[in-house]
C-alpha cells in the first residue's frame, strides 16, 4: 500500500489522501476544499495530483466541505467510480454541495459582471450540475459493515461523533490495514454521541490535529449563553447568534431549548431560525435521530416554539422587529447569508447583543467584531457597532489534543507509523510531541504532496522453505 497526501498536509482545509493498494486499486480519501486565506483558495484550481479518470472510488468521512467539497470538482475533471458514505453523510452532503455550487456560480458571474477575472469570461469551479452528479455517484453504507470500494481492498466506517454522519475509515488491501480518523468529534459534545474505538490495528494511521496543541475551555458555556440572553432582553434587546446552518445550529436549538425549560431564559422569548440551509439540515438530522445523543423528549421537542423563517422578505421583516427575541441566522463568520441583514439591523444598537458561539477566522466580520471592531462594512455600507458582542468558545465539533489521545489509545495496536495531517503547524507539531510522548508511538507531520510506502513484510508474501 502507497499513501499520498493530496491535501490538508500544512492546514485544516482540502483533506484528500490517496491510497494505491498493493494490487494497483486507486482509492481517495475525502476530497475536501481549500478554504479561508487566497493562496490556500487558490489551491483549489490545481490539479488533484493524479488524473480523476484512473481513481476506482473515494471514501468520504462527513460531509463539512473541508473534506467533500472538492467531489463535483473531481467530477467534472472526469471520475466516474463511486463515492462511499454513510447514509447521513450522503443526506448532508446533498445540502452543502449543492449550496457550495451555488456560491461558486455566483462568484463567476459577480467576477464577470465586475470584470475582474483573469479569464473571461470566468467560470465557475463547479456548477449544480456537477453537484448533483457527485451526489448520484454516492453510494450510502451502514457504519460498522465492509464493502470494497475496488477490487482487492475492503473497508470499513466508524462513526466519529464530530457531525451527524461522521466516520473514521479503515481501509485493507491484502498487506496492510490504514485507518484514517476523518474528523474526530468529543466524547462530551452536546448532539453526537462519543466516536467509536476503531477495532482495527492499523500499519498507518492518519490522524487530524486541528486542535491538536489545545484543551477546550470547560467552563460552562450553557450558564454564560443565559445571562447574556437575560440581560439583553432586560434592556429590551435582541439575541443575534450567527450560526454555522449544519450541526451548530441545531446544537444551539438544543441548548436554547434547555435554557428555556428550566427558566434560565424566559420560556415566551420568540426563537427564529433564519437560514433555509439550517432548516433543511435541521430535517435531516431528526431523520437521523438514532445517530444523536438527546433523549425522546428533546428530539420531540427540538424545534418546538421555534419559528422557520422561510422567504427573504420575511428575513427582512424580522430584521426590523422591535421586541426581544433570539435569531440564529448563517453564515457562521458572519461572512454572508442572511445573517447579515440582521447585523446591520442591530450592531448600531447598544441593547442588542451579538454572540458568536464557536471558531472565528482571524480576517472575517466575525473574526473582526469579537476582536473589538468599532465599525465593520455590510453590503457596502459602514455600520457603527454599539450592541454587545460576545464569543462562547467551547462549542468546537472537534476534540482537543486529551480528546485525540484518548481515541487513538483505544486502537487495539500501536500503529507502525502515525501521520498527523489536517492541522496549522503549529497544533499538527504539538499532537506530534503529544503522541510520542503520551503514547510512545512515533509520528510525523508530512509534507504536502508527499508519498508514504507502508512497508512490506516479505515472509507475508513468501511461502517458507
Ligand atoms: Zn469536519
Redesign the pocket.
Given at each position: 500500500m502507497l499513501v499520498q497526501i493530496l491535501g490538508a498536509a500544512d492546514c485544516v482545509t482540502g483533506s484528500r489522501h490517496l491510497v494505491r493498494g498493493v494490487d494497483g486499486g486507486l482509492v481517495l480519501l475525502d476530497c475536501g476544499l481549500f478554504q479561508g486565506w487566497k493562496p490556500l483558495r487558490e489551491r483549489n484550481w490545481l490539479p488533484l495530483g493524479v488524473a480523476p479518470p484512473s481513481l476506482d472510488a473515494v471514501v468520504l468521512s462527513?460531509a463539512?466541505l473541508?473534506?467533500s467539497g472538492w467531489l463535483p470538482a473531481l467530477v467534472r475533471a472526469g471520475f466516474r467510480g463511486r463515492i462511499w458514505c454513510s447514509p447521513a453523510t450522503r443526506d448532508l452532503a446533498e445540502v452543502l454541495l449543492l449550496d457550495s455550487a451555488h456560491l461558486q456560480e455566483e462568484d463567476a458571474r459577480r467576477a464577470n459582471r465586475g470584470g475582474w477575472s483573469r479569464h473571461l469570461p470566468a467560470q465557475p469551479l463547479y456548477t449544480r450540475r456537477d453537484a448533483a452528479r457527485a451526489i448520484e455517484s454516492m453510494r450510502p453504507i451502514t457504519p460498522g459493515k465492509d464493502f470494497s470500494p475496488v477490487t482487492g481492498m475492503t473497508a470499513r466506517l466508524t462513526p466519529a461523533g464530530?457531525?451527524l454522519g461522521?466516520c473514521s475509515v479503515t481501509l485493507r488491501d491484502r498487506l496492510h490495514t490504514l485507518v484514517y480518523s476523518?474528523?474526530i468529534g468529543r466524547s462530551d459534545d452536546m448532539l453526537m454521541r462519543a466516536p467509536q474505538a476503531v477495532p482495527d490495528a492499523p500499519d498507518l494511521l492518519l490522524v487530524e490535529s486541528t486542535y491538536g496543541d489545545r484543551q477546550h475551555d470547560d467552563s460552562d458555556q450553557q450558564a454564560r449563553l443565559a445571562a447574556i440572553v437575560r440581560d439583553t432582553v432586560e434592556r429590551g434587546g435582541s439575541v443575534l447568534m450567527p450560526t454555522f446552518a449544519v450541526g451548530r445550529a441545531q446544537a444551539l436549538m438544543l441548548l436554547l431549548q434547555r435554557l428555556r425549560r428550566s427558566c434560565e431564559i424566559p420560556a415566551s422569548l420568540p426563537i427564529y431560525l433564519d437560514s433555509p440551509m439550517a432548516q433543511a439540515a435541521t430535517r435531516i438530522h431528526l431523520a437521523h435521530a438514532r445517530l444523536m445523543r438527546l433523549s425522546q423528549a428533546e428530539l420531540r421537542t427540538l424545534c418546538e416554539g421555534v419559528t422557520a423563517v422561510e422567504d427573504a422578505a420575511d428575513s427582512r421583516r424580522l430584521a426590523r422587529r422591535k421586541t426581544p427575541a433570539v435569531i440564529l441566522s448563517s453564515s457562521g463568520m458572519a461572512t454572508g447569508g442572511r445573517v447579515l441583514t440582521h447585523l446591520a439591523a442591530m450592531a448600531p444598537e447598544p441593547r442588542h447583543s451579538i454572540v458568536f458561539p464557536g471558531y472565528q477566522v482571524a480576517g472575517s466580520r466575525g473574526g473582526r467584531l469579537i476582536d473589538g471592531a468599532r465599525e465593520i462594512k455590510v453590503m457596502g455600507q459602514i455600520v457603527p457597532v454599539r450592541a454587545e458582542v460576545h464569543h462562547l468558545r467551547g462549542m468546537s465539533?472537534?476534540a482537543d489534543a486529551s480528546g485525540l489521545i484518548g481515541w487513538m489509545r483505544q486502537l487495539p495496536a500501536a500503529p507502525a507509523q502515525v501521520l498527523v495531517v489536517h492541522g496549522e503547524p503549529a497544533a499538527a507539531d504539538a499532537l506530534r510531541l503529544r503522541i510520542g510522548r503520551d503514547l510512545g508511538w512515533s509520528a510525523r507531520v508530512p509534507r504536502p504532496g508527499e508519498t508514504v510506502p507502508l512497508a512490506v513484510d516479505l515472509s507475508a508474501l513468501e511461502q517458507p522453505d
Open positions: 462527513h463539512h473541508d473534506h464530530h457531525l461522521a476523518g474528523d465539533g472537534h
